[in-house]
C-alpha cells in the first residue's frame, strides 16, 4: 500500500527520490509492501521456506526441481502459481542452480506475463529503474552479460521466443536480458530475518526512490516477505525520506568505495563530508589495530566456513596480544569481539559469549546514536546470554535497553518485539519468585 504521507520528487544531485508531505514521527510506520518478486537465497534453499521465508529444521522438497522447499502443503499449494513455471526452468538446468540474480530476474518476468491488478499503483515503474549499464566498469558489464546468457539459458523451457515475449509484456528498457539483469542487480533488496541474517532478494519498485545517507531517517525491517520502513527521528514535511543501502559500521572510504562499486555513486552526506566517528574507528594505537586489521580476512575465512573452534582461538589470541592498549571502540578490535562472540554462541561456551558481547555494547552505542535495528538485536543476543546464565537483573535491564530501540525500529506488532516482550515479563516473574523464596 502507498501511504499518503509520501511523494516523489527531483532530489537535488540524486535523481528521482521520496520525501515526506507532512510530519513523521520517530518510530511511526511509513509504508510496508510485498515484493513484486522475489526468491530464497540458493545458499539458504534448504532451511528457508520458499513461500513464507520463514526458517524450519525439516522442510518439504518440491519433487519436480528438487530446489523450491515449504513448511507444509498449505504453502506449497500457495506458492504453486508463483513456482510452476519456475520450476521447469530449474529442472532443464539440474543439476546446476541459476544465481540468485538470475532467479529473481526470471520471477520478475514471470510475474510481469502474468501482472496483478496492483502492480499499478506503484509510484515509481521498472521502466524507470536505472541499470547505470553506461557507467559500469568494463568488468563488471561482462559478468552480467554473462549472468543476462545464462538468464536466455534458463528459459528457454519456458518462455522459448523471450525477446518476442517480453518485447510484449514488458517495458522498452527492460526488454534486454542485460539491461533487466542490470536493473535487478542494482535494485533489489537483501530480504532479512528475524536476526538480521540474509534469507533471500526482493523488489520492492517504489522503495527503490529511496536514496542512500551514511546516517538516514528511516530504516527497513522486514516480516517474512513483507518490508516495512519506519521512521527512526521525527521527520519534517518537505524532508527527503533516506534508508542506509549498505552496512555503515564501517570507516568512510570504506563506505565511499562500497557505495561506488555497487551502486555507483559517490556519497556526500554529512558523515561523509565530515568523516564523522572515523577518528573513534581508528582510536588506539596504529601497530597494534594493523595486526586486527590484517588478521580479519583470514578470521572472515574461516566464519565463512562455520570453523568455529579455530575462529574462537585465533579471535581470543588476536584479543588477548592487544589487550587495553586498543580500545573497545576500534573498529577492527570490536568486528574480533563480534566473531568471538558468534564462535562461542556456536560452540556453547556461553558465559564466555557473554563477556565477549557485555564488551560490544558501549561502542555500539556510540556507533549507533538512531534507533537502528543492528544495535537491538545485539541487546537482544546479551540479553538471553544474560538470562540463560540467570543474571536475571542484568538480563532485563539489556532487554528493556533493546526494548527502546525495537518499539521504533520494528514497531509494537513485529514478532520480535513479542519475543522480548514475553522476555521481560520472564525476568520480572523469576525476580518475584526469587524474592518471595527468600521472604
Not at 519436480?64 to 510452476?84: D, E, V
Not at 529473481?104 to 502474468?114: E, T, Y
Not at 521512521?231 to 519534517?236: N, W, Y
Not at 543492528?374 to 546464565?389: C, D, F, N, S
Request: charged share 25%; net charge negative; with cysteine.
Amino acid at each position: 500500500m502507498m501511504a499518503p504521507i509520501l511523494e516523489r520528487f527531483v532530489s537535488p544531485g540524486k535523481g528521482n527520490g521520496l520525501r515526506a508531505t507532512g510530519r513523521i514521527r520517530k518510530g511511526e510506520l511509513v509504508i510496508s509492501a510485498e515484493p513484486l518478486a522475489c526468491c530464497v537465497s540458493n545458499r539458504l534453499a534448504k532451511e528457508v521456506c520458499h513461500h513464507c521465508f520463514t526458517r524450519r529444521e525439516s522442510l518439504l522438497r518440491c519433487s519436480q526441481c528438487k530446489t523450491a522447499h515449504y513448511c507444509n502443503t498449505a504453502c506449497q499449494k500457495q506458492a504453486w502459481s508463483g513456482h510452476k513455471r519456475e520450476c521447469k526452468c530449474l529442472q532443464s538446468l539440474l543439476p546446476r542452480l541459476p544465481t540468485d540474480s538470475v532467479r529473481l530476474a526470471a520471477r520478475l518476468i514471470f510475474a510481469l506475463l502474468s501482472p496483478s491488478k496492483s502492480s499499478s499503483e506503484e509510484l515509481y515503474t521498472l521502466e524507470e529503474h536505472e541499470s547505470h549499464l553506461t557507467s559500469m566498469p568494463e568488468k563488471k558489464k561482462q559478468g552480467l552479460s554473462q549472468l543476462a546468457s545464462m538468464l536466455e539459458l534458463y528459459l528457454q523451457q519456458e518462455v522459448p521466443d523471450l525477446l518476442q515475449e517480453m518485447g510484449s509484456a514488458l517495458p522498452p528498457s527492460c526488454q534486454e536480458p542485460l539491461s533487466l539483469i542490470a536493473k535487478v542487480t542494482c535494485n533489489c533488496f537483501t530480504i532479512s530475518d528475524g536476526e538480521l541474517q540474509e534469507i533471500g532478494v526482493g523488489l520492492y519498485p517504489s522503495l527503490s526512490l529511496l536514496n542512500h545517507d551514511c546516517r538516514p531517517n528511516c530504516v527497513m525491517v522486514f516480516e517474512g516477505t513483507k518490508l516495512e520502513l519506519r521512521a527512526v527521528r521525527d521527520i519534517d514535511p518537505e524532508d527527503e525520506l533516506t534508508i542506509s543501502y549498505i552496512e555503515t559500521l564501517s570507516l568512510t572510504e570504506d563506505r565511499q568505495r562500497q557505495l561506488e562499486e555497487q551502486y555507483h555513486f559517490t556519497c556526500h552526506c554529512q558523515r561523509c563530508d565530515s568523516r564523522d566517528k572515523d577518528g573513534l574507528m581508528l582510536s588506539g594505537e596504529e601497530g597494534k589495530w594493523r595486526l586486527l586489521k590484517e588478521a580479519l580476512p583470514r578470521l572472515e575465512g574461516l566464519k565463512a566456513e562455520s570453523n568455529w573452534e579455530m575462529l574462537l582461538e585465533s579471535s581470543r589470541h588476536l584479543l588477548s596480544s592487544v589487550g587495553g592498549e586498543i580500545p573497545e571502540e576500534n573498529l577492527y578490535k570490536l568486528r574480533i569481539t563480534d566473531m568471538a562472540l558468534d564462535a562461542s554462541v556456536h560452540l556453547g561456551r556461553w558465559e564466555e559469549a557473554m563477556s565477549y558481547g557485555v564488551t560490544t555494547l558501549p561502542a555500539y552505542r556510540q556507533y549507533y546514536p538512531d534507533p537502528h535495528p543492528v544495535h537491538g538485536i545485539q541487546l537482544m543476543r546479551v540479553g538471553k546470554l544474560q538470562h540463560y546464565l540467570e543474571n536475571i537483573e542484568d538480563a532485563l535491564d539489556t532487554f528493556k535497553q533493546a526494548y527502546g530501540i525495537v518499539k521504533f525500529t520494528h514497531g509494537e506488532d513485529h514478532p520480535l518485539t513479542t519475543e522480548l516482550t514475553m522476555k521481560m515479563k520472564e525476568c520480572h516473574s523469576e525476580m518475584d519468585h526469587h524474592s518471595s523464596s527468600r521472604r
